[in-house]
């Protein structure tokens, strides 16, 4: 029969591996959120400068393009910052702060989103609008 004390060791042992495979992945998140808040950066930067650009910068489609892209962005920021956060916070009620921080983000990239698809609506029906027709 076993021993009781030797599998108290085992569980204990497991329970460490699996807490330290949990950070790993945690942080394999935080890293990814980050890189994604990079990404989101660099089409912000290049977008507006397009913005500025272009001679029909003034066309309500494309500033709501780049108004969901803004909007994007910092939600993207709070989020990964967050998450960040929350690797380090061992408080209980600052950690559901953060998560709670975490989800005002994901509700600013979702809205951001949004927005832009119907700015990208606008500049589909604005280019629509151009195009002659063929008349037989």
């Given at each position: 029969?076993?021993?009781p004390k030797h599998m108290n060791q085992n569980e204990k042992d497991l329970n460490v591996n699996k807490s330290k495979k949990i950070l790993q992945l945690e942080k394999e998140v935080s890293f990814g959120l980050w890189v994604q808040v990079l990404g989101q950066i660099i089409e912000l930067k290049g977008l507006s400068e397009l913005f500025h650009l272009e001679e029909d910068a003034n066309a309500i489609g494309e500033k709501q393009i780049l108004t969901g892209v803004w909007i994007r962005t910092i939600?993207?920021?709070?989020e990964a910052v967050s998450v960040s956060r929350q690797l380090r916070e061992t408080d209980l009620v600052k950690l559901i702060q953060e998560q709670k921080l975490a989800i005002t983000g994901d509700l600013l990239v979702s809205i951001g989103s949004a927005y832009e698809v119907i700015g990208g609506i606008h500049v589909l029906e604005e280019e629509s609008a151009k195009i002659i027709p063929l008349v037989p």
């Open positions: 029969m076993d021993n939600g993207q920021i709070l």
